[in-house]
């Protein structure tokens, strides 16, 4: 728990508050994963994927974006909380995944960085271009709108779909479940 409200313009505070008792409870852990609550991700494929790679990668691994600044309507950013017309780099928020020993300096950063309720730009882009962290655009392997189902073991996790998500993972664990046969019985 972090003592600040629930709000909207707070959302970074709520993201550093995760990183700090993520940084405190779990440093043992190698990787750190962000996630919304409505975005389904296929484990199996993640863990592929982070098995192939390395905690010294200094990097965010997600959906790489970058735009201008939101000056109007209800999402605005004033130039007073973020002067520049254009955003630095970022993860676009659904998900991303970085070493967890890369926590501790995005903490550090934000002592240093002026804060910005946008937790996307703030956490990703800004604190991590602070911290010498680059991103590893994994675009391909995040799917938004519509589900195919050719798309499972290529997909590591979609958001926004035009389906339950609850109908996915019966494929997902099926395609994998395959998987599993089909390599046992190649290594006999």
């Not at 505070?13 to 993520?22: E, G, Q």
């Not at 852990?29 to 863990?47: G, M």
């Not at 995944?97 to 950063?109: E, I, K, M, N, R």
């Not at 956490?123 to 911290?131: K, N, P």
Request: proline share 3%; net charge positive.
């Amino acid at each position: 728990q972090g003592d600040y409200a629930d709000d909207y313009h707070l959302l970074s505070y709520k993201a550093l508050s995760a990183l700090n008792w993520v940084s405190r409870h779990c440093g043992h852990v190698p990787w750190t994963l962000h996630a919304d609550d409505d975005l389904l991700i296929d484990v199996f494929l993640l863990q592929e994927v982070l098995q192939k790679l390395n905690t010294s990668h200094k990097q965010f691994l997600c959906k790489l974006t970058k735009g201008p600044v939101n000056r109007r309507g209800r999402y605005k950013v004033t130039k007073e909380e973020f002067s520049n017309n254009w955003y630095p780099s970022y993860c676009q928020g659904p998900v991303w995944v970085l070493a967890t020993q890369y926590l501790p300096s995005l903490l550090q950063a934000s002592t240093r960085v002026n804060y910005l309720w946008v937790d996307d730009v703030y956490i990703t882009g800004l604190l991590a271009r602070q911290t010498n962290l680059t991103i590893n655009n994994i675009k391909s392997k995040v799917a938004s709108g519509r589900y195919k189902k050719t798309d499972v073991g290529k997909k590591i996790a979609w958001f926004h779909l035009n389906v339950k998500m609850s109908t996915i993972w019966p494929d997902i664990l099926q395609y994998h479940k395959k998987r599993k046969k089909e390599e046992a019985s190649e290594s006999v």
